[in-house]
């Protein structure tokens, strides 16, 4: 980055990520909406359904899981649930429109709020390795690096 301009690498590495954010902020937004349209419906019969058209045995251990879970989850839980998601929507969309338009405050909170998931990922890979987990924190490590080599040169172009 030279007097504040990101270099295209740079630039192509935050778009990339700024489009990663709005995808998941979207497919969240999605799972929001789903769980609205589940308000004021019968659960237990669309879970009855889903295990049936899943061809599972609703008598053995997982469907069984699942089944009692829909029986136990309160109308107010699905709101609670749908607002979460909602929100972290929003804070994906927004900051994918930061990074995107290049805005240092969304390097920073695209910066933080990836390095707090990767001290959980490596406490995931150690007690259960995986190659998909090695490649979640590999990639969140670099988003993580790109973020904070965009905010280290940012700050070296307004100091110079």
Request: glycine fraction near 4%; avoid cysteine.
């Amino acid at each position: 980055m030279t007097s504040g301009i990101p270099s295209s690498s740079s630039r192509r590495a935050i778009r990339a990520i700024a489009f990663v954010e709005a995808f998941k902020g979207v497919v969240v937004l999605a799972a929001a909406t789903g769980l609205l349209a589940l308000i004021h419906k019968n659960l237990n019969d669309l879970a009855a359904q889903l295990v049936h058209y899943s061809h599972l045995n609703p008598a053995s251990k997982y469907p069984h899981i699942f089944l009692d879970a829909v029986a136990h989850l309160p109308q107010t839980r699905l709101l609670w649930l749908a607002a979460g998601a909602a929100a972290y929507a929003l804070v994906r969309l927004v900051e994918a429109y930061g990074l995107y338009r290049e805005r240092a405050w969304s390097e920073w909170l695209a910066a933080l709020s990836g390095s707090l998931y990767v001290p959980i990922e490596i406490a995931e890979l150690v007690r259960k390795p995986s190659l998909m987990g090695g490649i979640v924190l590999a990639v969140n490590v670099a988003v993580v690096a790109i973020m904070a080599h965009a905010l280290v040169q940012r700050r070296r172009a307004r100091s110079a």
